[in-house]
């Protein structure tokens, strides 16, 4: 194939709970807005990716579609469940095989926090039986060690968060759209040190939609060319520190941070596109809780470790700074559907790009919106996925 | 009090925590993991506190089996020189007390003190100045 894989038509199922729908029908109702979006009909898609974690199979929604025979494959990979379906789909279209398909996510998760058993990640009985086997523990005691080691302080986590809320007001597809003031973030109940309720996501609901075409079927639909030059999905290196440990490494220089499935994925997408961070003019980065973000603008490459607490001082990662980040206000605003999270950063992507963002629109580095925009996931048990778009 | 699980702690009074070493490559990990890739290894007794943070609410059940009272307690990762950082209450001390680079030993402590037949798991706790082994 020549060209790039481009990105022609987006549709997203509102994030956060809808009672009385589910999952999968939130997928089918993302694929029909981003079909209508793309100004394509079902039967000329000629495959698909379909990502779920705990919402069911996703190819059960092709009764609901049309029994067109199209391919149908499912994708469960943990966080990077949605940025795997993305990947492939790219593939397929990369390969020559195909010129017009799916990356589709949707989940449908319980209130609460998410409810893991030890054998699911080959952990013993004991390990859960103790009250270890809970992700919020992992994600605290991570950024409590980059906190003492980088001077990032509480105040920066609450900023973050602070954001968060402030950018979704602007987003019709976000969960929590309600401005929180700093100081109610900051004095919210603790749920794990230094974390309050409002710095961690929450599980949710939701459906994305991305229809991906060669570089010719997209001029031939007339779309505006949103080419997707990175997608990158990569597992962890050794020494990390994941979630559900009941060890880690030591390590000889521990006084720097940890290789991570992030740092790996995102040095990889910066490869293939051929550009660097200082390329990128928006970006929406995993933040399943606040110090989340902060990490993940290292590891991603946006900034040195340690950096993080004078760029959010001076609002370089807001809607109008040098590099917008989470302009939708991310996991913390939208919750977390794990099938979806990653396609919903890509949906946000293309929407900037196409500016389309109303009140959240990136201006751009010349003021004609941006040009290059990039999205990140990590989760258990250490997996990233990145993407990087260019208009 | 017997442990919550068998090959977790040594036989001897007071008891270590058991790692494995894998045999090819000769990093520890924790616990020491089914099958013969690993050899079982006793671990240091003493470590400093690596990161931490307090569990504030009750875990849910299952798989958590400990005490329907909820009290938030210290989560840490004690790095046991030249072994490995592993992962356990911290008791004993106030919340506003816990440092990275604190001092602390191995202790177990039990799952529900109340329970009729109370399992022992692993825990650590400060060493106080002044008491060093």
């Known amino acids: ?391 | 009090m017997r442990a919550i699980a068998e090959g977790l702690l040594t036989d001897e009074q007071p008891p270590r925590l058991i790692g494995g070493r894998e045999r090819e490559t000769g990093r520890i990990v924790y616990p020491c993991p089914p099958g013969d890739t690993c050899e079982p290894v006793p671990l240091g007794r003493e470590g400093r506190l690596w990161s931490y943070t307090i569990q504030r609410f009750r875990p849910k059940t299952p798989p958590y089996a400990g005490p329907e009272a909820f009290l938030p307690w210290v989560i840490a990762y004690v790095e046991l020189p030249g072994e490995v950082i592993v992962e356990a209450p911290l008791v004993g001390v106030a919340f506003e007390d816990v440092k990275i680079g604190m001092p602390v030993r191995f202790t177990t402590i039990a799952l529900d003190p109340d329970a009729a037949d109370p399992v022992a798991m692993p825990a650590f706790e400060p060493i106080a100045a002044g008491d060093a082994a």
């Open chain 1, 1 to 391: 194939m020549s060209g790039d894989v481009c990105i022609v038509g987006v549709g997203i199922h509102p994030f956060g709970r809808t009672d009385g729908r589910s999952g999968v029908e939130q997928g089918v109702f993302a694929v029909k807005q981003a079909l209508a979006d793309a100004g394509v009909e079902w039967p000329q898609v000629q495959f698909a990716y379909g990502a779920s974690d705990a919402a069911g199979n996703p190819d059960s929604m092709v009764d609901r579609l049309g029994l067109t025979g199209v391919q149908f494959i499912n994708v469960r990979n943990g966080c990077a469940a949605g940025g795997s379906a993305l990947f492939s789909a790219q593939m397929a279209i990369k390969s020559g095989e195909f010129d017009l398909g799916i990356a589709v996510g949707f989940d449908k998760h319980p209130r609460g926090a998410f409810n893991a058993l030890p054998a699911e990640y080959n952990l013993p009985d004991w390990y859960g039986e103790v009250g270890q086997m809970v992700t919020t523990q992992f994600f605290a005691a991570k950024i409590m060690r980059y906190m003492a080691m980088f001077g990032i302080s509480q105040r920066s986590l609450g900023m973050v968060a602070e954001k968060a809320f402030r950018n979704a007001v602007h987003a019709p597809h976000a969960w929590r759209r309600r401005p929180v003031p700093l100081d109610e973030i900051l004095e919210a109940p603790l749920v794990s040190d230094p974390y309050t309720k409002y710095m961690f996501c929450s599980p949710a609901e939701g459906g994305v939609a991305l229809i991906l075409a060669s570089e010719k079927k997209a001029r031939e639909l007339g779309k505006p060319l949103i080419r997707l030059k990175a997608a990158t999905m990569r597992t962890r290196p050794p020494h990390s520190f994941e979630v559900f440990a009941p060890s880690v490494d030591v390590v000889e220089d521990d006084t720097r941070p940890r290789g991570t499935a992030s740092r790996i994925a995102s040095a990889a997408a910066f490869d293939v596109a051929g550009i660097g961070p200082d390329d990128i003019d928006v970006a929406q980065l995993q933040d399943t809780e606040a110090g989340a973000e902060i990490m993940h603008m290292a590891e991603n490459g946006f900034c040195a470790d340690g950096d993080q607490e004078q760029w959010l001082a001076e609002g370089r990662t807001e809607i109008g700074g040098v590099l917008p980040v989470n302009t939708d206000g991310g996991c913390l605003a939208c919750g977390e559907p794990i099938g979806a999270s990653g396609l919903r950063q890509v949906y946000e992507n293309v929407v900037q790009l196409r500016g389309d963002g109303g009140g959240r629109q990136v201006q751009g580095k010349d003021g004609a919106g941006p040009r290059t925009a990039y999205s990140h996931v990590y989760g258990a048990p250490g997996v990233s996925a990145v993407t990087i778009l260019e208009r």
